[in-house]
């Protein structure tokens, strides 16, 4: 039986299936206990090593060596970490790539780049992710995650989504009203201006309509609440709900599981897609009659994506569905 990833996406740019959660940590210690809870929960959110944030004055080498071993490391059993590396306009951006490249390639999940000023930047920073790779004789792709939080990132949003190596577009909120000079109040970095403020409105659709109608993963920005888990849930919600983002920056334990679960689909949506990929499998994908409605490839896709969201979240499925669709590590 062909598997729906064979058959339902033919000369189509497969959507990236990745955990909903992005959880930032900057310092060894924060990356050692990020992958310890990792290894607890599962591979239901990715860990990014950060470099631009996390080196203290001076030691961008020693934080970019520390990073790969970690990488590299046993503890990193699901080999779903990656890093941000320093922005375009740091002399130490290079350095970060050459050293956490070369050394931790073949298990990197991503590389993130931060405050691009266009798809230019994007570019010339690929490049160099491109000869690192090839230097080190890594044979395998890394995708980019690209932070949109400059006025020129979100003009040429729609360029940066649809660069080939783009995997994911990061919305940096506090750079980006930041960027404004006072124009947009403090209030908007925070719920519920963040998602009022008709700027911060305005950039939040455009990343995530650009993302989404490229085959890219939108990413939101982190909630600033660390604590009260219902606000950290409310706004993943309304970021999942309202604006079409997949996926989230957290930057504290406490906001991985209810990022999770706020990101989830609805359990009866996913006993449906299971039972109706299960049926169109059994009849070679042609169309189906389920309760009563047709079913096509079509709905069919949609449906496939929402079982993988559903199983990358963590989610039980129904066991057939694991045996047929997920069983070998699909």
């Not at 002399?91 to 993130?112: C, F, K, N, S």
Request: hydrophobic share 45%; glycine share 8%.
């Amino acid at each position: 039986m062909r598997h729906p990833s064979e058959v339902l996406f033919a000369g189509e740019k497969p959507f990236p299936m990745m955990p909903a959660v992005d959880h930032y940590a900057g310092s060894e210690k924060l990356i050692t206990k990020a992958l310890q809870l990792q290894n607890q929960l599962g591979p239901i959110f990715d860990i990014t090593c950060d470099c631009e944030d996390g080196a203290s004055t001076g030691a961008d080498r020693q934080h970019a060596e520390m990073v790969a071993e970690l990488i590299m490391s046993a503890a990193n059993r699901h080999g779903r970490v990656g890093t941000r590396i320093h922005d375009i306009g740091h002399p130490a951006w290079q350095q970060d790539i050459e050293i956490i490249v070369a050394r931790a390639g073949q298990r990197l999940a991503y590389v993130t780049l931060p405050k691009v000023s266009g798809s230019a930047d994007v570019r010339t920073q690929l490049r160099e992710l491109h000869r690192v790779l090839a230097a080190a004789g890594v044979d395998r792709p890394i995708p980019v995650h690209v932070l949109i939080e400059t006025h020129g990132a979100l003009r040429e949003v729609w360029d940066i989504a649809a660069i080939p190596d783009v995997e994911s577009l990061d919305f940096g909120l506090m750079d980006f009203v930041s960027a404004h000079h006072g124009a947009i109040p403090g209030s908007a970095m925070k719920s519920p201006g963040q998602f009022e403020h008709p700027l911060v409105v305005r950039a939040k659709c455009e990343i995530s309509a650009a993302a989404l109608a490229n085959g890219v993963v939108p990413s939101h920005n982190v909630t600033t609440e660390l604590r009260d888990l219902d606000v950290i849930r409310l706004n993943a919600e309304r970021a999942r709900n309202e604006f079409g983002y997949l996926r989230m920056w957290s930057i504290h334990p406490n906001q991985i599981m209810p990022i999770v679960e706020a990101m989830r689909p609805d359990f009866s949506e996913v006993e449906t897609a299971a039972a109706i990929l299960i049926a169109a499998q059994d009849c070679g994908w042609g169309p189906i009659q389920h309760h009563g409605l047709l079913h096509d490839r079509a709905s069919y896709r949609y449906y496939w994506e929402l079982l993988a969201r559903a199983q990358a979240t963590g989610m039980r499925l129904p066991d057939e569905a694991v045996q047929r669709f997920f069983a070998g590590g699909r």
